[in-house]
């Protein structure tokens, strides 16, 4: 038997941005009603949604970065689940390793050539590349990128990620490093991180969460849209939100209102945790949207 690659996004270009996908992992994890809330009884899912289900009905989910190049510059979105940490309520992840550095390699960055790591939120499957366990210490993979997120989402959870045990060790491990060392600065919506690279306000499943949207001569072409879904499942129901939503209803009007959006622009979305082909277009489909990936 041959093993090939976890199913992951070809490189793509849109315009002069450059995208390739750090996949982490990719599987089925959860059933819907395990993790979403407000699914319609008795619902028919469209058939589009068929192939993001694996043969007993769990989601397949998939937990990576992306890494874009712009002019000069290389800019990392989100660093995943990471490797050695410590999640005993989730054995997929405890004390796991990745080829996820492998998938930087593949895209011909080292760490050190990263200039921005850009975090829309500081959950913990998306800072676990922050740092990496070394000489017994968790230290920066990013010593030389300044690193972006919001105040909001900063000061809520160095503040309270004890209250939450997913967040118990994440927040200690991969994102008080990169504090200490200085590393941090902050953004607001509206901010042009690079060329026709901006920030946009996606709070609501976490309190300060942000994403990027590119234009070129105004036109707005992409959007990095961090957790404004989890899986395709939102698209086909936009008010379904998650058991790890800070505003479940804040969340689903973010949604509904970017989908919307997206569909009217045409614009490519890059959805964090959609396996495989994750860029794709929204189409309004009845009451929600399909996703029509880009390939
Ligand atoms: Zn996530």
Redesign the pocket.
Known sequence: MTLGPLPRMAPLEIGQLSIFSCLDSAGPTRKPEEMLRGLPDGREDPDWLAPYFSDDGRMVMAYQSFLLRLEERVILVDCAVGEDGTFPARPDWHRKKSNWLAHLGLAGVTPDEVDTVFLTHL?L??TGWLTRWQDEAWIPTFPQARHLTTRVEHEFWLGRHEEFPYMGASIPDSVVPVDEAGLFDFVVPGDEIAPGLAVVDLAGHSPGMVGLEYREAGKLLAAFNA?LM?HPLQMAYPEVTTLFCADPARAAATRQEKLADYAEAGAVMFC??FPGDCAGRAERDGEGFRFVATR
Do not use: L, V
């Open positions: 959950h499957d998306h957790d989890h964090n945790h």
